[in-house]
């Protein structure tokens, strides 16, 4: 989709440092990424509440919300699938800039798509939270009954069975569910958080 020629990026009069000072944190985006069923949605919400408890500005984007409404018009296919990422990078840098710590809680399969969000912020304001679980363990859980009906072919282009997830080469944080308590895993991206000065 081609730009149109006659818009002009508008300056803000409030800068994202004036709101950094203001909140006494840093931003960023903390990019969840993992198999459906590896516990994005519940680590991100987990991490979000102690933020909130903590009295930090933060927000959760998570996959299937976001599919209510901003992106209801795309499907599953790869091409739509990679706008979904877009879009979302888009969103997760609009929440930054208002110095805001967003968590987004997406599958968000393939390495180029996370690379190309991870080039839209500034340098250690993206950090790749992948959560690591076996697909036999995320298809045990299947909490939404997805990899059942993968299985039977009622779900087309399903992440693990009939379309590929490209693991990150170099997340800046690994998690890995099946052998760690939500409670280990949230205190693993605090203290990230807090090494690098962020919090």
């Known amino acids: 989709m081609k730009k149109s020629g006659n818009i002009t990026w508008h300056h803000t009069t ?39 408890q903590e009295s930090y500005r933060s927000f959760v984007l998570d996959g299937d919300n976001i599919r209510h409404g901003l992106n209801s018009d795309l499907s599953f296919l790869p091409k739509d699938r990679k706008e979904n990422i877009r879009r979302i990078g888009e969103v997760a840098k609009l929440f930054v800039d ?22 839209m912020f500034a340098p250690g304001e993206f950090i790749e939270v992948y959560v690591n679980c076996p697909i036999h363990v995320c298809e045990d859980r299947d909490p939404k009954g997805l990899y059942k009906k993968a299985r039977k072919g009622e779900i087309l282009e ?37 090494d690098k000065k962020i919090l």
Request: aromatic share 8%; with cysteine; hydrophobic share 40%.
């Open 98 to 119: 208002s110095g805001q710590i967003v968590s987004t809680a997406f599958i968000s399969p393939f390495l180029e798509d996370r690379e190309l969000v991870r080039k």
């Open 14 to 52: 409030v800068t994202k440092k004036d709101r950094i000072l203001l909140n006494g944190h840093k931003s960023c985006v903390l990019w969840f990424t993992g198999l459906s069923g590896s516990g994005k949605s519940t680590l991100a919400n987990a991490v979000d509440h102690m933020l909130f």
């Open 158 to 194: 399903f992440t693990g069975i009939s379309s590929p997830y490209e693991p990150p080469h170099h997340p800046e944080i690994i998690i890995d569910t099946n052998r760690m308590t939500i409670e280990q895993s949230m205190e693993k991206v605090m203290v990230y958080l807090k």
